[in-house]
Nanobody
Framework: QVQFVESGGGLVQPGGSLRLSCAAS????????MNWYRQAPGKQRELVAAITTGGTTTYADSVKGRFTISRDNAENMVYLQMNTLKPEDTAVYYC???????WGQGTQVTVSS
């Protein structure tokens, strides 16, 4: 079955950086747009970044210029490089191809001094 395993989260100070990774299995990875989502406490899950099969990227306005999404089709991996982190970036981060697909466990990112 389809499975996503996210990793790379942690506690970081404001202004710091993290790189998230997502391993996908059970899908023909190379034909799907891949997305990173996040869910902060008490808030709805939101789309943060997306990358198409051809490498076209889109970002939420709140992370534009700070986050970079990339993918490795040979390894079935998608990444999220997060720079200049802010406290409001604190959330559980998930990767997925579509919200109707079962979610992984996510990875917690906490930005705090």
């Amino acid at each position: 079955q389809v499975q996503f395993v996210e990793s790379g989260g942690g506690l970081v100070q404001p202004g710091g950086s993290l790189r998230l990774s997502c391993a996908a299995s059970g899908i023909i990875f190379s034909i799907y747009t891949m997305n990173w989502y996040r869910q902060a406490p008490g808030k709805q899950r939101e789309l943060v970044a997306a990358i198409t099969t051809g490498g076209t990227t889109t970002y939420a306005d709140s992370v534009k210029g700070r986050f970079t999404i990339s993918r490795d089709n040979a390894e079935n991996m998608v990444y999220l490089q997060m720079n200049t982190l802010k406290p409001e970036d604190t959330a559980v981060y998930y990767c997925n191809t579509h919200p109707d697909i079962p979610w992984g466990q996510g990875t917690q990112v906490t930005v705090s001094s």
